[in-house]
């Protein structure tokens, strides 16, 4: 495992050093993940909570200190807008240099996981990747250099040239491509690698969310990005761990932070692999779900949406009552396996 | 001649004039210089690349208490394995680990889940290691593990009662009428032996093979089962070699083979009680006094098999109640073993010295046979006989549809 983390280290560093990527982004991605060598995982070696979830629960913390560690509470509202200035025509271009790499990520309190992740300077590296965020309309430009050891690419969901979506060129290591194109519509998307074998380079973690904000904004909300993602650890075709933001179980041991009576906003993306499906259920309140959020007057009201791989919808409610709100997987198995959170309502 | 002869007598200096401890330390010495330079030089790392270390880890005993489930896990390979989380049929559960860090080669730990299990049901546990490897530990059957306490040490005792001692000591009583029967009477009953310790071995054999795939790879269950059977049917065959040839067909030399049968099969024995004990241990007691009975019809033969031997001659009382003993207490040691100290790897040796010993009492009962019709100047291979074997075969055949499943 230490050869493995140093290895790849190494070659981040050479691969920074072929290109023009920022190394502060480098930076960010040679951070090694504690590993079993290194610092052992949490020698406190299990607790046992009867209170939380019946005993349906990982043991241990997943490393949120150490520089470049992935905090699933940040990542929930950490938009990356990229480099904004002004076309001549008066349209606004965003910017962003994006890489692809090889890095290995915690994906529950001391299981690792080698994954393929994209990343910015600004956001840094893991899986989801950064969450690109824009305006309809603006002009987007994507400066991909593929730092990994496969081939990558990046194809994006929404309305654009199919010279652009992502299929060819396919980037060996250390080769680069812009994807350039306007946004379109406003809605919640995704990007991901569509390199075959897609179920790999996907289910290794080439994936993000992409916002495109109607013009004018939505209405001020408490707003938080959620990818439903899944890892099969054990390379067999089966998820062993099953998540929102990657680590099982993360926002059931730290409870997202809400207010009664605030408007929440939800980006929810499902980019499970291997299984057919996967839902969204949220305990004790009800939201109003817009699908794929590309539309502004149009929704339906429930507390339980299923999305095959690749749907998204935008979710808004607001909760009347201090306390604890649990949202999970509404198929047992994935909320079993840490497809499973909460929110913690407070006055 | 002379000089190649002298070359080969022993001396107390080699050829190079070295004492021999030297030149016998040599090759340790040079040995040892080998393996620091591989160490420090590391050659092989072109072929390391980035690969993951080799993770074998066996989940070797889960016991079910009130509440909980109790797992040993031990790492069998040749890396330290750090278990990282661990689930209960498909959900990640709480739990504990002793010793905590990663284990390391041939290192054990205890995890204890808290877990409403359910009686009767199937439950499967996984450990998930910190390279995301996943090993996997099943329960069959759940029903609380046994503790050593009076009562289930006298259930198991019983267990093995019902296996070993009782059908043993009811086929004996058939010793008064083998010995009405006249010669051929008598052959067809040992070949009615040989047949039934024919069934016996495959059935030994084929038990220590399937339980050693369960013992931790680093330890070899299969080569052990193998090795087993063969230093025990050696080392029976080298303690009988020791008896004159003459004194084989008396009435002591009989006896002795007798003994052997009730021994060897005393060793199958313990092999049946083990795995009975471990499998009522396991929780598949559900299976019922169904599977207990049927394996006092099916070891009833055996009985016949240790009389078999000795109808010519009058054996006391006492020992017939030594051959019962020898053939049948060993099935009450294998259920408290089996229920209490259950080991795949003790398990497969038993079971192989268990097929050994059978094979070697099959060539004793074999060379009575052969002798006799040596001795009239018949083949051995007569119809009487083989019609013999093959009843033995079909009894045994027959009578074992009651334990398999």
């Not at chain 1, 057919?276 to 779900?289: D, E, K, Q, T, W």
Request: proline share 7%; net charge negative.
């Amino acid at each position: 495992m230490t050869e493995l983390t140093s290895l790849s280290r190494r070659k981040f560093l050479k691969l920074g050093a072929l290109g023009t990527l920022g190394a502060a982004g480098v930076a960010a991605l040679a951070q090694p993940h504690a590993s079993a060598t290194e610092s052992p995982p949490p020698p406190d070696a299990g607790v046992i909570d009867h209170e939380a979830h019946g005993g349906n629960l990982t043991v241990g913390d997943v490393d949120l200190t150490s520089p470049g560690a992935f905090d699933p509470l940040k990542y929930l509202a950490a938009f990356d807008y990229g480099r904004v200035s002004t076309l001549p025509g008066g349209q606004t271009l965003r910017e962003w240099d994006i890489f692809a790499a090889d890095k290995e990520i915690e994906v529950a309190p001391g299981v690792y996981f080698p994954a393929w992740v994209y990343g910015t300077e600004q956001s840094g590296a893991h899986v989801p990747g950064p969450t690109f965020r824009c305006a309809e309309g603006d002009r987007l430009r994507f400066n991909f250099l593929n730092a990994g050891a496969h081939p990558h690419t990046i194809h994006f969901h929404g309305i654009h040239p199919p010279s652009m979506d992502g299929l060819t060129p396919v980037l060996n290591r250390g080769e680069r491509f812009t994807y350039e194109f306007e946004a379109k519509p406003f809605g919640l998307h995704l990007y991901h690698c569509h390199v075959p074998p897609l179920k790999r380079h996907i289910h290794k973690g080439l994936y993000g969310t992409f916002i495109i904000d109607p013009p004018g904004g939505r209405a001020p909300a408490r707003e938080m990005v959620m990818m439903m993602n899944a890892f099969d650890t054990n390379f067999d075709g089966e998820n062993e761990i099953y998540a929102v933001n990657t680590v099982a179980f993360h926002y059931a041991k730290h409870p997202i932070p809400i207010k009664v009576g605030e408007l929440i906003r939800i980006y929810l993306v499902n980019i499970t692999e291997f299984d057919p499906v996967n839902s969204f259920h949220l305990h004790s309140a009800m939201y109003r779900l817009y699908r794929t959020g590309t539309r502004l007057d149009h929704y339906e009201h429930t507390d339980m949406v299923t999305m095959g791989q690749g749907e998204r919808h935008i979710l808004e409610f607001t909760v009347e009552y201090p306390g604890r709100y649990m949202f999970h997987a509404h198929q047992s198995e994935l909320a079993e396996l840490g497809w499973l959170g909460m929110f913690h309502a407070t006055e | 001649m002379d000089t190649t002869r002298s070359n080969i007598s022993p001396s107390t200096e080699s050829r190079f004039g070295l004492p021999v401890w030297v030149s016998a330390l040599l090759p340790f010495v040079l040995l040892a210089a080998l393996i620091a330079v591989f160490f420090n030089t590391n050659p092989l790392a072109v072929f390391s690349g980035e690969l993951p270390p080799i993770e074998s880890l066996a989940l070797e005993r889960i016991e079910l208490r009130p509440g909980q489930f109790v797992v040993t896990v031990f790492n069998s390979g040749p890396e330290p394995v750090a278990v990282s989380q661990v689930m209960v049929d498909d959900a990640f559960w709480q739990h504990l680990i002793s010793p905590s860090g990663a284990l390391p080669r041939f290192g054990r730990a205890t995890i204890t889940i808290p877990y409403n299990w359910v009686e009767s049901e199937p439950h499967v546990i996984t450990v998930i290691t910190e390279t995301g490897a996943t090993f996997i530990g099943e329960v069959a059957v759940a029903a609380e593990t046994p503790r050593p306490d009076a009562t289930q040490f006298l259930a198991y005792g019983l267990l093995g009662i019902y296996i070993g001692i009782i059908p043993v000591g009811l086929g004996l009583l058939w010793f008064p009428a083998m010995r009405r029967m006249g010669r051929k009477g008598l052959n067809f009953v040992l070949a009615l032996t040989v047949g039934l310790l024919i069934f016996l071995l495959i059935d030994t054999a084929l038990e220590a093979v399937e339980v050693a795939g369960d013992v931790a790879g680093v330890f070899q269950g299969l080569p052990v089962a193998v090795f087993a059977a063969l230093i025990a049917w050696l080392g029976i065959t080298a303690v009988s070699g020791k008896q004159p040839e003459a004194e084989r067909d008396s009435s002591g030399g009989r006896m002795r083979i007798a003994a052997l049968i009730a021994l060897s099969i005393g060793l199958h024995n313990f092999g049946e009680g083990l795995v009975v004990g471990a499998a009522f241990a396991l929780g598949e007691a559900a299976l019922g006094s169904f599977l207990v009975i049927g394996f006092t019809l099916h070891n009833v033969t055996e009985g016949i098999g240790i009389a078999a031997p000795v109808t010519k001659d009058r054996p006391s009382i006492k020992s017939f109640i030594a051959l019962a003993a020898l053939a049948g207490l060993p099935a009450v040691v294998g259920a408290w073993v089996g229920g209490f100290a259950y080991s795949p790897l003790l398990a497969t040796i038993f079971l192989g010295v268990g097929a050994g010993a059978i094979w070697q009492v099959i060539v004793e009962v074999g060379r009575l046979l052969l002798r006799d019709a040596e001795r009239r100047g018949e083949s051995a291979a007569n119809w009487l006989n083989v019609a013999g074997l093959a009843l033995g075969l079909a009894v045994m055949y027959f009578t074992a549809y009651f334990v398999k499943f």
